[in-house]
């Protein structure tokens, strides 16, 4: 069992940065692959990073490549997402997500059995 707890969203300008930051409880944590996932009213939940259960490989949308950053630390059981060059367009609840072992994909919502409660980003144009 893993349990994941968001922290870190908030108001920011077009421009700006954000630090988003999701603590795991669970002995499973650091096996894992994690991932971050949003979703903005009216659209449908979207895939953002992911991060192999070493740290060693991440990956991106589109969207976010070369603006957005994952990392982890498996000692304190924490995942971050670094926003920086925030977008109007990037405004959603961010959602942090505990891989699946036998997934087959970073991707997809259905690759992940462990879900935060959200935490809401917010950018003014």
């Known amino acids: 069992q893993v349990q994941l707890v968001e922290s870190g969203g908030g108001l920011v300008q077009a421009g700006g940065s954000l630090r988003l930051s999701c603590a795991a409880s669970g002995r499973t944590f650091s096996s894992r692959a994690m991932g971050w996932f949003r979703q903005a009213p009216g659209k449908e939940r979207e895939f953002v990073a992911a991060i192999t259960w070493s740290g060693g490989y991440t990956y991106y949308a589109d969207s976010v490549k070369g603006r957005f950053t994952i990392s982890r630390d498996n000692a304190k059981n924490t995942v971050t997402l670094q926003m920086n060059s925030l977008k109007p367009e990037d405004a959603a609840a961010y959602y942090c997500?505990?891989?699946?072992?036998?997934?087959?994909?970073?991707?997809?919502?259905?690759?992940?059995?462990?879900w935060g409660q959200g935490t809401q980003v917010t950018v003014s144009s």
């Open positions: 997500a505990g891989g699946k072992y036998s997934r087959s994909s970073y991707y997809r919502g259905t690759d992940y059995d462990y």
